[in-house]
């Protein structure tokens, strides 16, 4: 069993930058894959960004390419999301999630995902 804890959410304006953190329990974080997901009101939920464990390969959603950038410290069993250059259109409830499998690899699919954190609230005003 995995825990994760999402913080760093907020209220900011267009334009404006947070960081996400997500704390995972357990002795195996260097081997997972992390990802962050999010879900608007009345959307599903979609990929963000992701990360793979051992080889820290990233893969990003196309509309946030070039604002947000996902990283990982192992020695901290932590993975963050910065997000630069906040729109409107960012705003959801953030979910950080980990891949079990995702050692070397990664994935943009939610079933691939075995934990769930329960998420962060990220809201850009205009």
């Known amino acids: 069993q995995v825990q994760l804890v999402e913080s760093g959410g907020g209220l900011v304006q267009a334009g404006g930058s947070l960081r996400l953190s997500c704390v995972a329990s357990?002795?195996?974080?260097?081997?997972?894959?992390m990802g962050w997901f999010r879900q608007a009101p009345g959307k599903e939920r979609e990929f963000v960004a992701a990360i793979s464990g051992i080889a820290t390969s990233t893969n990003y959603a196309d509309s946030v390419k070039g604002r947000f950038t996902i990283s990982r410290d192992n020695a901290k069993n932590t993975v963050y999301l910065q997000m630069n250059s906040l729109k409107p259109e960012d705003t959801a409830v953030y979910v950080c999630?980990?891949?079990?499998?995702?050692?070397?690899?990664?994935?943009?699919?939610?079933?691939?995902?075995?934990?769930w954190g329960q998420g962060t609230q990220v809201t850009v005003s205009s």
């Open positions: 357990g002795r195996t974080f260097s081997t997972y894959a």
């Open positions: 999630a980990a891949d079990r499998r995702g050692r070397w690899g990664l994935s943009r699919i939610r079933n691939e995902y075995d934990y």
